[in-house]
Each structure stands twice: as structure tokens, then as C-alpha cells.
């Protein structure tokens, strides 16, 4: 079966500190990459997302993540984090057919 | 401009009662889908649609029921609850004959079962 790992689940960063997140996945077609966000207390936002071409796509407020087919990796990357970044960030994985698969998800914490 | 609407935000049920959970969106979707949210475990697809009249079983289907009368709705059936379904549930549309994985969420709806 198809899965997502998130290697964080909880990560605390000072601002301007730098970001990574990990995220691999289990499937050898295909895929479609996904950075998802979530605010306390909202819905999930898409970050950025990953089709073909370039394997460095860049998203919103600053985020970026690379695709490295040979490690079944897409990292979340942001050079220097905010206090605003607190939130909960998801990879998800769509492989094949009409499932998106999410990982467990990592909670940022950023301190002021 | 809303996109993706849920209801009710909250509900509290008791161990047996039924309910539905309510799904609209408005962006002529023809993908609809419903997950549950808990600690420590992601988002889970419960049931999805890719049109009018067709569903699908996701990853933890049981003790669920879809319908899909029109494009717009997809509403979620309880029909005995369970405590173990205390969770957050969110509702998820996408682009269905072209569809890329990428979803636009509802806010989502908390239930908790005593």
C-alpha cells in the first residue's frame, strides 16, 4: 500500500531560523507531490505542488521543496522562519487513481 | 467566493445516534472526498466521489455512507455513531476529469461521540 512518513512530528525553531521538513513515500510510478498547511484552527491550505519539470518548485510565503526521485523524497525547505510559520504542515502524495494520501503531519512551533 | 462548505462546524452525539455531516462546494467539482483528521495519524480519506452518482471507499470506510445526488453535495452518513469516531472531519473537492491529487478543503467538522 502506498504511504507517506513524515520524519518530525513536532519541531520548535527560533525566527529566523532555517526549515526542513522531510517527507518520503512508498510508491515506484508516478506521483504527484503535495505541501499542505494548516493554521490553528483552520482548514488546509496548499504550500506549493509537484507535477513534473523542475524538481525545485517554489510556493507560497517563502516556501520551496525539493523532488529527488531517487530517494522517494520532497523536503519543505524556507531559509528563515516566522513566528506566523506556526502551523501544522502535511506531504501528501497522489499515486495513481483518485487517492491522495497524506502523511501524519509535523507541528511547527515557532518562537518570537 | 466560497468554495468548499461544511456544516455543522460542531456536534456532540451520543454512542448509536446517526447523522449526517453536510458537504457543498461550488466550483464545479466533479471530485469530492471526505477525511477524518486525528492526532498523530494525518488525514485519512474515508470515501471518495468522482461524479454525480459514483463513490468510492478510501482507507476507513467503515461505519460511513456517501451518496452523490448532484455535483455540488456530498454529504457524510453516520449511521450508528461510535466513539471512536470522535474526530475532525473535513470535506475536500478537486478537478475530477483531469484530476491531479490537488484538493480545496472545507473548514472542517468536529465531532466528538460519548
Known amino acids: 500500500a502506498q504511504s507517506v512518513s513524515q520524519h518530525n512530528h513536532h519541531v520548535?525553531?527560533?525566527?529566523?531560523?532555517?526549515?526542513?521538513?522531510?517527507?518520503?513515500?512508498s510508491y515506484g510510478g508516478t506521483v504527484n507531490l503535495f505541501w499542505y498547511v494548516q493554521y490553528p484552527g483552520q482548514h488546509l491550505q496548499l504550500l506549493l505542488k509537484y507535477f513534473s519539470g523542475d524538481?525545485?518548485?517554489?510556493?507560497?510565503?517563502?516556501?520551496?521543496?525539493?523532488?529527488?526521485?531517487?530517494?522517494?523524497?520532497?523536503?519543505l525547505?524556507?531559509?528563515?522562519?516566522?513566528?506566523?510559520?506556526?502551523?501544522?504542515?502535511?506531504c501528501a502524495v497522489r499515486a495513481g487513481g483518485f487517492k491522495t494520501i497524506f502523511g501524519a503531519g509535523t507541528r511547527l512551533f515557532v518562537k518570537a | 467566493?466560497?468554495?468548499?462548505?461544511q456544516?455543522?462546524?460542531?456536534?456532540?452525539?451520543?454512542?448509536?445516534?446517526?447523522?449526517?455531516l453536510q458537504c457543498a462546494q461550488d466550483m464545479n467539482h466533479e471530485y469530492m472526498s471526505?477525511?477524518?483528521?486525528?492526532?498523530?495519524?494525518?488525514?485519512?480519506?474515508?470515501?471518495?466521489?468522482v461524479g454525480a452518482g459514483i463513490t468510492d471507499q478510501g482507507e476507513v470506510p467503515?461505519?460511513?455512507?456517501?451518496s452523490r445526488s448532484t455535483t455540488e453535495d456530498f454529504p457524510l452518513r453516520l449511521l450508528s455513531a461510535a466513539p471512536s469516531q470522535t474526530s475532525v472531519y473535513f470535506c475536500a473537492?478537486?478537478?475530477?476529469?483531469?484530476?491531479?491529487?490537488?484538493?480545496?478543503?472545507?473548514?472542517?467538522?468536529?465531532?466528538t461521540v460519548l
Not at chain 1, 55 to 75: D, H, Q, T, W, Y
Not at chain 1, 79 to 90: H, K, L, M, R
Not at chain 2, 93 to 111: A, H, I, K, P, V
Request: proline share 4%; net charge positive; hydrophobic share 35%.
Open chain 1, 55 to 75: 524538481p525545485l518548485v517554489k510556493g507560497i510565503k517563502g516556501f520551496e521543496a525539493e523532488f529527488i526521485k531517487s530517494k522517494f523524497s520532497f523536503n
Open chain 1, 77 to 90: 525547505r524556507k531559509p528563515s522562519v516566522q513566528w506566523s510559520d506556526t502551523a501544522e504542515y502535511f
Open chain 2, 93 to 111: 473537492s478537486g478537478q475530477g476529469t483531469t484530476f491531479t491529487g490537488e484538493l480545496f478543503f472545507g473548514e472542517g467538522s468536529r465531532l
Open chain 1, 12 to 25: 520548535i525553531l527560533s525566527e529566523a531560523a532555517s526549515l526542513e521538513l522531510g517527507c518520503n513515500y
Open chain 2, 34 to 49: 471526505w477525511y477524518r483528521q486525528d492526532p498523530g495519524m494525518g488525514l485519512r480519506l474515508i470515501h471518495y466521489s
Open chain 2, 7 to 20: 456544516t455543522p462546524k460542531f456536534q456532540v452525539l451520543k454512542t448509536g445516534q446517526s447523522m449526517t
Open chain 2, 1 to 5: 467566493n466560497a468554495g468548499v462548505t
Open chain 2, 62 to 66: 467503515n461505519g460511513y455512507n456517501v
